[in-house]
């Protein structure tokens, strides 16, 4: 806020006129925000009466110098519940809600942060004359936000409405703070609106179609791509994409997004994915056709941490994602739209008006379905979002599986029905495929040593990073072996795949170890391969890196699917490859990329985990609201229980020849977090943050890291614990299954 300078008397209005500039400009700029969201006068009364508590005599002590405390943020929401009636009690919570949270972050209904918590006396001391003078009229608000609820989903609706007026809130107080004190150059915060660039973005785009080599897969990858286009004019809402491995469907959803944003007016792209491990090259893709209109977020190194110094463009932009197009994760999308946090919350009123594609959508976590798909329906249905489920294995989200066993008849399912935009999904599985799959049984990993032995350029892909250095150990005396994990940063496994690429190209021996990261998004083409038993998309993602681009015989091209006596799956693992079993039996082998085996699949997956598993945390069951009744909104809670990773990891920097400068830069206060940041995310390792923490306390072998700008940045002291065979070895690293890799 302000520190509006006082010069010593209450009787010197020059502060207070400060004070009311202050809350009309947030008001005006938060309802600006707000208004194409359809709520600019809740947004506006929030803006209003953030900072009534600064009326009250106590904060005049302060700005004077005293050291005091002064809650200034409780007296403006408990004014709007004294100013409530009946009919709007529910709006005066709500806003009451995002008035209490703006620098602590969203309440909940109860307990000891809630307003309910507050002693009204608050707004007693607040001076009679300002009081008089605050003219509230909450009924606009409630309107406002009654039209933003559905009767099947009205405490969720109502819910995502707060979260979007908290997030107008917050942005307009974070920037009219940010314009009093000239910290923050306009040309930093100001990116073009997608509307003003796009043109210029498609014509990027079609120059890059157009210089791909005209062979038989992409002139199918050409047709699908002009389908898509054509169905760029259907209206807003939710789709689905599903295309098989090698049909091009990144590049395919991108122009379907350019061209359906030019019909409808959407205000940016985000394109989401759940893998850090691919991001990088995502991103990379989309910058080299359209510069930097491009803004790449994900948490390798995190520039939100609170309290960093640094305001360069990337954090600005991080915060708000105002860009026209934002490559980021699952998590970091998710996460935010269901936080707490005021500078993770700012983002969200940007969120609306966008499209929206989540690639590698199966991989939404399981346990946080019913909330996580919650939302994407609202997003669709209120704040004008196009959302594209992009896939090669097509989840059943409007299955009736995932509301057989919903609580109080609760509806979880999506409305997808017609809203398919590839062309004949079934018949591009006939013509895309290029790879059989076979059941190979159990087998040991001195067997499949053995098998690798007789296949000199050949893949395997286990479940976690212990089997894959395992495995790796029996094999790594062979000609061509490697290994490939998370355990290597990124830039060292950019390496590695390019020297993959090499040898299959030049017929050289390659033995490739690895974890489920090449499972998407990396172009590989192995003509055969082993995968230990996982689910079906894993399965047929797998498949996808053998034959890839369809140069042998389908039958000549196997992968073998196997089940490891020497390292057992994870519980959740095994319950999916049961699952996947299940489907296997029904269909055959020939047949289990096709739509309706995956379907069966995903239907099999839901009906074995019911309810209590796709909400695992009771996320749904926290907010709570009947008309003309209480709001219960656990936003607090929520946040903090909706985690797409139960353990979060955490990045350690490898000093090498890649990353020395700019870890020599961390040393000088002038070079900007968010900068270094960028420069050293392609050399880190996420691990458990017990193991970081581990090595900073006690280190291993004697070689301690150390920690630079707080705790931001963690750079390893030495190189010792890093092999360019294995990667980064931790102690308590194998037990860690590769499903960690998500953040």
Not at 603 to 622: C, N, P, Q
Request: charged share 25%.
């Amino acid at each position: 806020m302000p520190a509006y300078a006082h010069s010593g008397s209450k009787s010197d209005r020059s502060d207070w006129q400060l004070l009311e500039d202050h809350l009309r400009q947030v008001a005006d700029l938060a309802a600006a925000k707000a208004a194409p969201l359809g709520l600019a006068e809740a947004a506006r009364l929030a803006g209003k009466l953030h900072d009534f508590g600064k009326h009250d005599p106590a904060f005049d002590r302060v700005l004077q110098g005293r050291l005091e405390r002064v809650d200034h943020s409780t007296a403006g929401g408990m004014f709007l519940i004294r100013r409530s009636d009946p009919r709007t009690g529910f709006a005066a919570d709500l806003l009451a809600q995002a008035i209490l949270g703006h620098h602590a972050g969203l309440p909940d209904s109860l307990g000891d942060a809630s307003l309910s918590a507050r002693r009204d006396g608050y707004v007693d001391r607040i001076p009679a004359e300002v009081t008089a003078a605050t003219d509230v009229d909450l009924m606009p608000a409630a309107r406002e936000l009654v039209a933003k609820t559905r009767p099947e989903s009205p405490a969720f609706d109502l819910s995502l409405a707060g979260r979007m007026v908290f997030s107008c809130l917050v942005d307009a107080d974070f920037r009219d703070t940010e314009a009093f004190y000239g910290k923050t150059d306009p040309l930093a915060r100001d990116w073009p609106a997608l509307a003003d660039v796009l043109p210029d973005m498609r014509a990027a785009f079609d120059r890059r179609i157009a210089g791909f080599p005209d062979t038989d897969l992409n002139r199918l990858r050409g047709t699908i791509l002009t389908h898509l286009r054509a169905q760029a004019v259907l209206p807003p809402g939710l789709f689905t994409l599903t295309v098989p491995t090698g049909g091009g469907k990144t590049l395919a959803s991108l122009g379907f997004a350019l061209d359906h944003a030019q019909v409808h007016g959407h205000r940016r792209i985000i394109y989401a994915i759940p893998y850090t491990s691919i991001i990088d090259q995502t991103a990379a893709t989309f910058r080299d056709m359209f510069g930097d209109l491009v803004l790449e977020h994900h948490s390798a190194i995190d520039s939100e941490k609170p309290g960093a110094e640094a305001r360069d463009k990337l954090r600005l932009a991080m915060e708000d994602w105002a860009a026209p197009l934002v490559v980021t994760t699952n998590v970091q999308l998710f996460e935010s739209l269901f936080s707490a946090r005021p500078s993770r919350c700012r983002k969200l009123h940007n969120i609306a008006g966008s499209i929206i594609i989540l690639d590698e959508a199966q991989c939404l976590p399981r346990g946080l379905l019913a909330p996580t798909l919650k939302m994407i329906e609202a997003l669709a249905a209120q704040y004008g979002c196009t959302i594209v489920l992009c896939t090669a294995t097509q989840p059943a989200f409007d299955s009736a599986e995932l509301d057989r066993h919903a609580k109080r008849k609760r509806k979880i399912g999506l409305a997808l029905a017609g809203r398919e935009l590839a062309p004949d999904p079934e018949g591009l599985f006939r013509r895309l495929r290029r790879a059989q799959v076979v059941d190979g049984g159990p087998i040991e990993d001195g067997a499949l040593a053995a098998a690798l032995q007789q296949a000199p350029q050949s893949m395997v892909i286990v479940n976690s990073r212990a089997h894959a250095l395992a495995l790796f150990r029996k094999v790594q005396d062979q000609p061509g072996a490697l290994h490939l994990t998370t355990r290597q940063y990124p830039a060292h496994r950019r390496e590695i795949i390019a020297d993959i690429r090499q040898r299959l190209s030049q017929g050289a021996p390659c033995r490739l170890i690895a974890t489920s990261l090449i499972e998407a998004g990396v172009d590989l083409d192995f003509p055969v391969g082993w995968r230990a038993e996982a689910g079906l998309d894993s399965v047929i993602q797998a498949a996808g890196r053998v034959n890839r681009e369809g140069r042998r015989p389908p039958e000549d091209s196997t992968l073998t699917l196997f089940s490891a006596p020497d390292h057992p799956a994870p519980a959740e693992i095994r319950a999916l490859a049961t699952a996947m079993r299940a489907t296997l039996a029904t269909f055959g082998s020939p047949a289990l990329g096709d739509p309706q085996a995956i379907r069966h699949w995903f239907e099999e997956v839901y009906w074995r985990a019911g309810d209590a598993r796709l909400d695992s945390e009771g996320l749904l069951d926290r907010f709570l609201f009947t008309p003309r009744g209480p709001v219960n909104f656990a936003y607090r809670s929520v946040a903090a229980a909706y985690r797409m990773v139960d353990s979060p990891l955490l990045p350690v920097i490898i000093p090498c020849e890649g990353s020395d400068d700019a870890i020599r830069q961390l040393a000088f206060g002038q070079i900007p977090s968010g900068k270094i940041a960028r420069a050293l995310q392609p050399y880190t390792v996420q691990i458990p943050a017990r193991d970081r923490e581990k090595l900073r306390v006690n280190g291993k072998g004697g070689f301690v890291a150390a920690e630079q700008r707080g705790d931001q940045f963690f750079v390893l002291s030495g190189t010792e614990l890093y092999r360019r065979d294995i990667g980064l070895f931790w102690e308590g690293a194998e037990d860690l299954g590769e499903d960690q890799m998500f953040i």
